[in-house]
């Protein structure tokens, strides 16, 4: 069974950073497409960076374009969301995402598997 648990999500003032983290169960990220998405209240849900293990580069979304790290941990099956300069137009809940893929994957409606999400709130 895939599952995915979010995890480092919090309260932090802006210009600050948090680490989030996406343990996976079920299977390896080497063959599949991994993507955070986070959902703002009213909002729609937004992919901000997206990565495929078979295809080096991620992609950002311009909102968090240099400010935001996408990692995977191969040995702890782990992906990371390295957060830096936090905005209050950052505060959402985020959610990592997997897909079955080698491509690098950026619309929601194509991921399958999918975490519970973890809040990030982000103070001015």
């Known amino acids: 069974e895939v599952q995915l648990v979010e995890s480092g999500g919090g309260l932090v003032q802006a210009g600050g950073s948090l680490r989030l983290s996406c343990a996976a169960s079920?299977?390896?990220?080497?063959?599949?497409?991994i993507g955070w998405f986070r959902q703002a209240p009213g909002k729609e849900r937004e992919g901000i960076s997206c990565?495929?293990?078979?295809?080096?580069?991620?992609f950002y979304a311009d909102s968090v374009l240099g400010r935001f790290t996408i990692s995977v941990d191969n040995a702890k099956n782990t992906v990371y969301l390295r957060m830096n300069a936090l905005k209050p137009e950052d505060t959402a809940v985020y959610y990592c995402?997997?897909?079955?893929?080698?491509?690098?994957?950026?619309?929601?409606?194509?991921?399958?598997?999918w975490g519970q999400g973890t809040q990030v709130t982000v103070s001015s």
């Open positions: 990565l495929s293990s078979s295809i080096g580069l991620p």
């Open positions: 995402a997997a897909l079955l893929s080698i491509y690098v994957v950026r619309g929601a409606d194509d991921y399958d598997y």
């Open positions: 079920g299977f390896t990220f080497g063959d599949y497409a």
